[in-house]
Protein backbone atom coordinates (compact mmCIF):
# COMPACT_ATOMS: atom_id res chain seq x y z
CA UNK A 1 0.00 0.00 0.00
CA UNK A 2 1.36 3.19 -0.94
CA UNK A 3 0.96 6.72 1.35
CA UNK A 4 -1.39 9.09 -1.65
CA UNK A 5 0.93 12.23 -3.43
CA UNK A 6 -1.40 14.68 -4.83
CA UNK A 7 1.66 15.78 -6.72
CA UNK A 8 4.85 13.86 -7.64
CA UNK A 9 8.43 15.29 -7.75
CA UNK A 10 8.38 15.90 -11.54
CA UNK A 11 4.72 17.62 -10.98
CA UNK A 12 6.39 20.10 -8.60
CA UNK A 13 9.15 20.76 -10.62
CA UNK A 14 7.43 21.54 -13.70
CA UNK A 15 5.15 23.88 -11.68
CA UNK A 16 8.62 25.82 -10.25
CA UNK A 17 10.03 25.92 -13.74
CA UNK A 18 7.26 27.74 -14.98
CA UNK A 19 6.64 30.25 -12.47
CA UNK A 20 10.99 30.61 -12.60
CA UNK A 21 11.60 29.28 -9.27
CA UNK A 22 13.62 26.58 -8.30
CA UNK A 23 12.44 25.25 -4.94
CA UNK A 24 9.52 25.11 -2.44
CA UNK A 25 11.32 27.27 -0.11
CA UNK A 26 11.66 29.95 -3.09
CA UNK A 27 7.52 29.98 -2.79
CA UNK A 28 7.41 31.04 0.69
CA UNK A 29 10.63 33.32 0.88
CA UNK A 30 8.66 36.11 1.52
CA UNK A 31 6.41 34.78 4.62
CA UNK A 32 8.43 35.90 7.53
CA UNK A 33 10.46 33.33 8.94
CA UNK A 34 9.17 34.57 12.73
CA UNK A 35 5.93 32.79 11.11
CA UNK A 36 7.12 29.25 9.99
CA UNK A 37 6.24 26.57 12.08
CA UNK A 38 10.22 24.42 12.29
CA UNK A 39 9.49 21.98 14.16
CA UNK A 40 7.17 18.52 13.53
CA UNK A 41 3.28 18.94 13.87
CA UNK A 42 2.52 17.50 16.99
CA UNK A 43 -0.33 14.81 15.54
CA UNK A 44 -1.00 11.86 17.74
CA UNK A 45 -0.76 8.51 16.78
CA UNK A 46 -3.08 6.61 14.74
CA UNK A 47 -6.56 5.54 16.34
CA UNK A 48 -8.82 2.82 16.10
CA UNK A 49 -12.62 3.65 15.28
CA UNK A 50 -13.24 3.03 19.33
CA UNK A 51 -10.24 4.88 20.49
CA UNK A 52 -11.46 7.66 18.31
CA UNK A 53 -14.52 7.76 19.93
CA UNK A 54 -13.93 7.59 23.18
CA UNK A 55 -11.10 10.55 22.33
CA UNK A 56 -14.05 12.69 21.06
CA UNK A 57 -16.19 12.25 23.64
CA UNK A 58 -13.92 13.67 26.09
CA UNK A 59 -13.17 16.30 24.01
CA UNK A 60 -16.97 17.09 24.17
CA UNK A 61 -17.31 16.57 27.46
CA UNK A 62 -15.43 19.88 28.13
CA UNK A 63 -18.08 21.54 26.91
CA UNK A 64 -20.57 23.06 29.53
CA UNK A 65 -23.96 23.70 28.78
CA UNK A 66 -25.05 26.90 29.49
CA UNK A 67 -28.36 28.93 29.42
CA UNK A 68 -27.95 31.77 27.16
CA UNK A 69 -28.88 35.28 26.49
CA UNK A 70 -26.48 36.33 24.40
CA UNK A 71 -27.48 37.31 20.58
CA UNK A 72 -25.76 40.09 19.00
CA UNK A 73 -25.98 38.14 15.44
CA UNK A 74 -26.42 34.96 16.45
CA UNK A 75 -29.70 33.62 17.61
CA UNK A 76 -31.22 30.49 19.25
CA UNK A 77 -34.29 29.29 17.25
CA UNK A 78 -35.98 25.69 17.91
CA UNK A 79 -35.06 22.75 16.36
CA UNK A 80 -37.72 21.02 15.07
CA UNK A 81 -36.55 17.24 14.60
CA UNK A 82 -38.53 16.57 10.94
CA UNK A 83 -35.98 19.68 9.97
CA UNK A 84 -33.03 17.84 11.12
CA UNK A 85 -34.47 14.60 9.88
CA UNK A 86 -34.20 15.48 6.13
CA UNK A 87 -31.28 17.76 6.18
CA UNK A 88 -29.06 14.68 7.32
CA UNK A 89 -30.85 12.68 4.72
CA UNK A 90 -27.54 11.63 2.29
CA UNK A 91 -29.18 12.94 -1.00
CA UNK A 92 -28.95 16.14 0.40
CA UNK A 93 -26.16 16.64 2.79
CA UNK A 94 -23.49 14.62 0.48
CA UNK A 95 -25.12 16.60 -2.81
CA UNK A 96 -22.71 19.20 -4.29
CA UNK A 97 -24.17 22.59 -6.30
CA UNK A 98 -26.26 21.35 -9.06
CA UNK A 99 -23.91 21.42 -11.89
CA UNK A 100 -25.79 19.36 -14.15
CA UNK A 101 -29.60 21.06 -13.17
CA UNK A 102 -31.69 18.49 -15.41
CA UNK A 103 -30.83 15.75 -12.93
CA UNK A 104 -31.01 17.66 -9.35
CA UNK A 105 -34.65 18.90 -9.12
CA UNK A 106 -34.57 17.77 -5.80
CA UNK A 107 -31.89 20.32 -5.15
CA UNK A 108 -33.54 22.86 -7.49
CA UNK A 109 -37.39 22.55 -5.86
CA UNK A 110 -35.97 23.52 -2.56
CA UNK A 111 -34.00 26.12 -4.07
CA UNK A 112 -37.19 27.64 -5.69
CA UNK A 113 -38.87 27.43 -2.46
CA UNK A 114 -35.80 29.30 -0.41
CA UNK A 115 -36.26 31.73 -2.71
CA UNK A 116 -39.77 32.20 -2.66
CA UNK A 117 -40.01 32.42 0.97
CA UNK A 118 -37.03 35.13 1.18
CA UNK A 119 -39.16 36.82 -1.30
CA UNK A 120 -42.20 36.72 0.74
CA UNK A 121 -40.76 37.85 3.86
CA UNK A 122 -38.34 40.59 2.45
CA UNK A 123 -41.46 42.26 0.09
CA UNK A 124 -38.99 41.70 -2.32
CA UNK A 125 -38.93 40.92 -6.08
CA UNK A 126 -36.17 38.32 -6.42
CA UNK A 127 -33.20 36.94 -4.68
CA UNK A 128 -30.73 34.42 -5.62
CA UNK A 129 -30.00 30.60 -4.57
CA UNK A 130 -27.99 31.39 -1.23
CA UNK A 131 -25.26 33.12 0.49
CA UNK A 132 -22.96 32.37 3.03
CA UNK A 133 -23.66 33.95 5.36
CA UNK A 134 -24.95 37.32 6.51
CA UNK A 135 -21.86 39.85 6.67
CA UNK A 136 -20.59 38.26 3.00
CA UNK A 137 -24.25 38.64 1.71
CA UNK A 138 -24.32 42.48 2.94
CA UNK A 139 -20.77 43.03 1.34
CA UNK A 140 -22.49 41.66 -2.12
CA UNK A 141 -25.34 44.07 -1.71
CA UNK A 142 -22.16 46.96 -1.49
CA UNK A 143 -20.58 45.15 -5.04
CA UNK A 144 -24.73 45.17 -6.49
CA UNK A 145 -24.88 48.54 -6.12
CA UNK A 146 -21.33 49.83 -7.04
CA UNK A 147 -21.86 47.49 -10.42
CA UNK A 148 -25.09 49.98 -10.74
CA UNK A 149 -24.04 53.58 -10.07
CA UNK A 150 -19.93 52.60 -10.11
CA UNK A 151 -19.42 55.01 -7.38
CA UNK A 152 -16.48 54.79 -4.84
CA UNK A 153 -17.79 55.16 -1.55
CA UNK A 154 -20.33 53.29 0.81
CA UNK A 155 -22.08 54.57 3.80
CA UNK A 156 -22.64 52.64 6.53
CA UNK A 157 -24.33 52.88 9.79
CA UNK A 158 -22.83 53.10 13.11
CA UNK A 159 -25.56 50.84 14.31
CA UNK A 160 -24.79 47.86 11.91
CA UNK A 161 -23.69 44.66 13.53
CA UNK A 162 -19.91 45.46 14.12
CA UNK A 163 -18.61 42.15 12.93
CA UNK A 164 -20.57 42.84 9.61
CA UNK A 165 -19.13 46.11 9.64
CA UNK A 166 -15.57 44.68 9.43
CA UNK A 167 -16.70 42.38 6.59
CA UNK A 168 -17.66 44.91 4.25
CA UNK A 169 -14.91 47.17 5.19
CA UNK A 170 -12.48 44.26 4.08
CA UNK A 171 -14.42 43.25 0.90
CA UNK A 172 -14.41 47.01 -0.03
CA UNK A 173 -10.72 47.39 0.38
CA UNK A 174 -9.94 44.69 -2.46
CA UNK A 175 -12.84 46.43 -4.56
CA UNK A 176 -11.01 49.65 -4.53
CA UNK A 177 -13.84 51.10 -2.16
CA UNK A 178 -13.95 53.30 0.60
CA UNK A 179 -16.41 52.95 3.24
CA UNK A 180 -17.84 55.75 5.87
CA UNK A 181 -19.92 55.20 8.99
CA UNK A 182 -22.65 57.16 9.70
CA UNK A 183 -22.96 58.09 13.57
CA UNK A 184 -25.62 57.31 16.09
CA UNK A 185 -27.89 58.92 18.02
CA UNK A 186 -29.40 57.32 21.32
CA UNK A 187 -28.28 54.06 20.02
CA UNK A 188 -29.67 54.81 16.52
CA UNK A 189 -28.85 55.75 13.05
CA UNK A 190 -28.19 60.02 12.62
CA UNK A 191 -30.28 60.50 9.75
CA UNK A 192 -28.61 64.65 10.65
CA UNK A 193 -25.51 62.89 10.06
CA UNK A 194 -26.88 60.58 6.87
CA UNK A 195 -27.75 64.00 5.20
CA UNK A 196 -24.31 65.55 5.71
CA UNK A 197 -22.31 62.72 4.32
CA UNK A 198 -24.20 62.02 1.22
CA UNK A 199 -22.89 63.15 -2.32
CA UNK A 200 -22.19 62.21 -5.55
CA UNK A 201 -19.42 59.57 -4.73
CA UNK A 202 -22.08 57.83 -2.20
CA UNK A 203 -23.21 54.30 -3.76
CA UNK A 204 -24.77 53.12 -1.61
CA UNK A 205 -26.12 53.53 2.32
CA UNK A 206 -26.52 50.16 4.33
CA UNK A 207 -28.55 50.35 7.69
CA UNK A 208 -29.86 47.16 9.81
CA UNK A 209 -33.45 46.51 10.76
CA UNK A 210 -33.88 45.67 13.91
CA UNK A 211 -30.18 47.64 14.54
CA UNK A 212 -27.41 46.07 16.88
CA UNK A 213 -28.81 47.25 19.73
CA UNK A 214 -32.50 45.84 19.51
CA UNK A 215 -34.22 48.72 18.11
CA UNK A 216 -36.57 48.87 15.40
CA UNK A 217 -35.52 52.58 13.82
CA UNK A 218 -37.61 54.32 11.77
CA UNK A 219 -36.41 54.58 8.17
CA UNK A 220 -39.65 56.50 6.65
CA UNK A 221 -37.61 59.55 5.38
CA UNK A 222 -34.28 57.44 4.12
CA UNK A 223 -35.82 55.95 0.68
CA UNK A 224 -36.70 59.45 -0.55
CA UNK A 225 -33.62 60.97 0.49
CA UNK A 226 -30.96 58.42 -0.84
CA UNK A 227 -32.69 58.06 -4.31
CA UNK A 228 -32.51 61.76 -4.46
CA UNK A 229 -28.74 61.55 -4.28
CA UNK A 230 -29.16 58.36 -6.94
CA UNK A 231 -27.93 56.06 -4.45
CA UNK A 232 -29.17 52.86 -3.23
CA UNK A 233 -31.04 51.85 0.41
CA UNK A 234 -29.56 48.43 1.13
CA UNK A 235 -31.37 46.95 4.46
CA UNK A 236 -29.72 44.12 6.39
CA UNK A 237 -32.41 42.80 8.34
CA UNK A 238 -33.39 40.14 10.73
CA UNK A 239 -35.63 37.53 8.79
CA UNK A 240 -37.29 36.39 11.93
CA UNK A 241 -39.09 39.82 12.76
CA UNK A 242 -40.15 40.38 9.49
CA UNK A 243 -43.94 38.56 10.35
CA UNK A 244 -44.56 41.17 12.39
CA UNK A 245 -42.27 44.14 11.39
CA UNK A 246 -42.73 46.23 8.22
CA UNK A 247 -40.66 44.41 5.11
CA UNK A 248 -37.70 45.41 3.34
CA UNK A 249 -39.71 46.94 0.52
CA UNK A 250 -42.19 48.82 2.84
CA UNK A 251 -39.59 50.64 4.22
CA UNK A 252 -38.83 51.41 0.14
CA UNK A 253 -35.43 49.49 0.08
CA UNK A 254 -33.56 48.29 -3.44
CA UNK A 255 -32.06 46.08 -1.98
CA UNK A 256 -32.43 43.59 1.50
CA UNK A 257 -29.80 41.14 3.11
CA UNK A 258 -29.30 38.99 6.14
CA UNK A 259 -28.44 36.36 7.91
CA UNK A 260 -31.33 33.28 8.06
CA UNK A 261 -29.46 31.89 11.02
CA UNK A 262 -33.00 32.69 13.31
CA UNK A 263 -35.19 30.72 10.70
CA UNK A 264 -34.04 27.24 12.35
CA UNK A 265 -30.62 27.30 12.26
CA UNK A 266 -28.70 26.46 15.73
CA UNK A 267 -25.82 28.51 16.93
CA UNK A 268 -23.34 25.69 16.19
CA UNK A 269 -20.60 27.44 17.66
CA UNK A 270 -20.59 29.99 15.07
CA UNK A 271 -21.42 28.19 11.85
CA UNK A 272 -22.27 27.07 9.20
CA UNK A 273 -25.09 29.72 8.56
CA UNK A 274 -26.95 31.14 5.46
CA UNK A 275 -27.00 34.66 4.36
CA UNK A 276 -29.86 35.93 2.06
CA UNK A 277 -29.74 38.64 -1.12
CA UNK A 278 -32.80 40.01 -2.48
CA UNK A 279 -33.21 42.98 -4.58
CA UNK A 280 -36.26 44.29 -6.63
CA UNK A 281 -36.77 43.43 -10.56
CA UNK A 282 -34.59 46.90 -11.49
CA UNK A 283 -31.86 45.05 -9.89
CA UNK A 284 -32.22 41.46 -10.72
CA UNK A 285 -29.31 41.50 -13.09
CA UNK A 286 -26.89 42.22 -10.65
CA UNK A 287 -27.21 39.52 -8.21
CA UNK A 288 -24.60 37.10 -7.83
CA UNK A 289 -24.90 33.22 -7.72
CA UNK A 290 -27.36 31.92 -9.31
CA UNK A 291 -31.71 31.95 -9.14
CA UNK A 292 -33.45 29.41 -9.56
CA UNK A 293 -36.52 29.25 -12.07
CA UNK A 294 -39.92 27.11 -12.34
CA UNK A 295 -40.82 25.81 -16.01
CA UNK A 296 -42.38 22.49 -17.50
CA UNK A 297 -40.66 19.68 -19.24
CA UNK A 298 -41.90 18.19 -23.09
CA UNK A 299 -44.55 16.26 -21.09
CA UNK A 300 -46.00 19.30 -19.39
CA UNK A 301 -45.02 18.38 -15.70
CA UNK A 302 -43.59 20.72 -13.36
CA UNK A 303 -40.02 21.34 -13.36
CA UNK A 304 -37.37 23.86 -12.39
CA UNK A 305 -34.27 25.37 -13.93
CA UNK A 306 -31.21 27.46 -13.00
CA UNK A 307 -32.42 30.69 -14.70
CA UNK A 308 -29.59 32.96 -14.30
CA UNK A 309 -26.16 32.27 -13.40
CA UNK A 310 -24.20 35.07 -12.83
CA UNK A 311 -20.96 33.50 -11.90
CA UNK A 312 -17.18 34.15 -12.80
CA UNK A 313 -17.43 29.98 -13.91
CA UNK A 314 -20.39 31.77 -16.54
CA UNK A 315 -18.87 34.62 -17.72
CA UNK A 316 -15.45 36.69 -18.33
CA UNK A 317 -14.65 36.79 -14.94
CA UNK A 318 -13.76 40.51 -15.14
CA UNK A 319 -17.68 40.81 -15.92
CA UNK A 320 -18.63 39.10 -12.86
CA UNK A 321 -20.57 40.58 -10.61
CA UNK A 322 -19.25 38.57 -7.72
CA UNK A 323 -17.16 35.74 -7.28
CA UNK A 324 -18.87 34.31 -5.19
CA UNK A 325 -18.69 30.00 -6.19
CA UNK A 326 -21.25 28.54 -4.28
CA UNK A 327 -24.28 28.72 -2.37
CA UNK A 328 -25.34 26.94 1.36
CA UNK A 329 -28.26 25.12 -0.11
CA UNK A 330 -28.08 22.75 3.17
CA UNK A 331 -28.54 25.28 5.61
CA UNK A 332 -31.10 26.47 2.68
CA UNK A 333 -32.86 23.48 3.02
CA UNK A 334 -33.22 23.61 6.79
CA UNK A 335 -34.49 27.49 6.43
CA UNK A 336 -36.77 26.14 4.02
CA UNK A 337 -38.37 23.07 6.56
CA UNK A 338 -38.57 25.38 9.16
CA UNK A 339 -40.66 27.87 7.67
CA UNK A 340 -42.89 25.44 6.31
CA UNK A 341 -43.39 23.57 9.42
CA UNK A 342 -44.17 26.84 11.16
CA UNK A 343 -46.54 28.48 8.50
CA UNK A 344 -47.28 32.30 8.11
CA UNK A 345 -49.44 32.02 11.33
CA UNK A 346 -46.63 29.97 12.97
CA UNK A 347 -43.64 32.48 12.07
CA UNK A 348 -46.12 35.66 13.29
CA UNK A 349 -46.01 33.43 16.49
CA UNK A 350 -43.09 32.74 16.87
CA UNK A 351 -41.59 36.71 16.51
CA UNK A 352 -44.42 37.72 18.81
CA UNK A 353 -43.12 34.90 21.41
CA UNK A 354 -39.28 36.77 21.10
CA UNK A 355 -41.03 39.68 21.31
CA UNK A 356 -43.05 39.01 24.57
CA UNK A 357 -39.94 37.65 25.97
CA UNK A 358 -37.82 40.39 25.51
CA UNK A 359 -40.05 43.17 27.11
CA UNK A 360 -40.97 40.48 29.91
CA UNK A 361 -37.23 40.08 31.10
CA UNK A 362 -36.31 44.11 29.96
CA UNK A 363 -38.97 44.75 33.06
CA UNK A 364 -37.74 42.33 35.61
CA UNK A 365 -34.75 43.28 34.95
CA UNK A 366 -35.39 47.13 35.59
CA UNK A 367 -37.39 45.84 39.07
CA UNK A 368 -34.03 44.80 40.11
CA UNK A 369 -33.07 48.00 40.70
CA UNK A 370 -29.60 46.84 39.49
CA UNK A 371 -30.03 48.09 35.53
CA UNK A 372 -31.51 51.53 34.47
CA UNK A 373 -32.55 52.52 30.58
CA UNK A 374 -30.40 53.90 28.00
CA UNK A 375 -32.55 55.01 25.71
CA UNK A 376 -36.89 55.07 25.01
CA UNK A 377 -36.33 53.65 21.58
CA UNK A 378 -38.54 50.76 20.73
CA UNK A 379 -36.63 46.99 20.74
CA UNK A 380 -37.49 43.89 19.05
CA UNK A 381 -35.56 40.69 20.90
CA UNK A 382 -32.85 42.60 22.11
CA UNK A 383 -32.16 45.65 24.31
CA UNK A 384 -29.43 47.33 26.06
CA UNK A 385 -29.68 48.54 29.74
CA UNK A 386 -26.77 50.07 32.08
CA UNK A 387 -25.97 48.09 34.93
CA UNK A 388 -25.30 50.14 38.28
CA UNK A 389 -22.14 47.90 39.02
CA UNK A 390 -19.25 46.62 36.98
CA UNK A 391 -21.05 44.60 34.42
CA UNK A 392 -17.65 42.16 33.83
CA UNK A 393 -18.30 40.94 37.01
CA UNK A 394 -22.28 40.64 37.14
CA UNK A 395 -21.56 38.41 34.20
CA UNK A 396 -18.98 36.53 35.88
CA UNK A 397 -21.14 35.50 38.32
CA UNK A 398 -23.71 34.25 36.02
CA UNK A 399 -21.32 32.18 34.18
CA UNK A 400 -20.44 30.63 37.88
CA UNK A 401 -24.81 30.13 38.15
CA UNK A 402 -24.57 28.62 34.21
CA UNK A 403 -25.83 31.38 32.67
CA UNK A 404 -24.39 33.55 29.45
CA UNK A 405 -25.38 36.79 30.78
CA UNK A 406 -25.75 38.85 27.64
CA UNK A 407 -23.44 40.90 25.14
CA UNK A 408 -21.10 43.44 27.19
CA UNK A 409 -21.11 46.58 24.93
CA UNK A 410 -18.98 49.00 27.67
CA UNK A 411 -18.01 48.58 31.57
CA UNK A 412 -21.55 48.98 32.35
CA UNK A 413 -23.76 48.60 29.57
CA UNK A 414 -25.01 45.08 27.83
CA UNK A 415 -26.95 44.28 25.71
CA UNK A 416 -29.79 41.01 26.18
CA UNK A 417 -31.72 38.51 23.59
CA UNK A 418 -34.49 36.50 24.95
CA UNK A 419 -35.22 33.60 22.50
CA UNK A 420 -38.44 32.44 21.55
CA UNK A 421 -37.40 29.29 23.33
CA UNK A 422 -36.76 30.85 26.78
CA UNK A 423 -39.29 30.00 29.15
CA UNK A 424 -40.80 31.96 32.16
CA UNK A 425 -38.90 30.01 34.55
CA UNK A 426 -36.02 30.89 32.71
CA UNK A 427 -36.46 34.24 32.56
CA UNK A 428 -37.34 34.17 35.85
CA UNK A 429 -34.04 32.93 36.86
CA UNK A 430 -31.66 35.29 35.60
CA UNK A 431 -33.79 38.26 36.96
CA UNK A 432 -33.14 36.51 40.69
CA UNK A 433 -29.63 35.97 39.99
CA UNK A 434 -29.24 39.56 39.06
CA UNK A 435 -31.39 40.54 42.20
CA UNK A 436 -28.96 38.43 44.21
CA UNK A 437 -25.62 39.24 42.58
CA UNK A 438 -23.69 42.51 44.17
CA UNK A 439 -20.94 43.57 42.45
CA UNK A 440 -20.44 47.05 42.49
Known amino acids: MFKYFPHTDSDIEAMLKRIGLETLDDLFCQVDPSLKINRKYDIPNSHSELELKKAIKAIAGQNKPLLSFLGAGTYEPFQFSVSQAITSRQEFLTSYTPYQPEISQGTLQYIFEWQSMICELTGMDATNASMYDGATATAEAMFMAYGQN ?7 SSALNPRVIEVVKTYAKYRGLTTELIATEDYQTSLADLKTKLNEEV ?21 DLI ?3 NSLFIMNVDPSTLPVLKTPREWGADIACGDAQPLGIAPNWGGPYVGFLATTAKYLRRLPGRICGQTKDVDGKRGFVLTLQAREQHIRREKANSNICSNQSLMALQVVTYLSLLGKQGTKEVALRAYNNAHYLYDGLIRT ?6 TKAPFFKEF ?3 YCGDAEKLQNFLLEKGILGGYRLTDREILFYASETRTKEELDLLVRLVGECDVR
Open 227 to 229: SAN
Open 384 to 386: VLK
Open 203 to 223: SAVIVQQPNFYGIVEDYSQYK
Open 369 to 374: GKFVPV
Open 150 to 156: KRPKILI
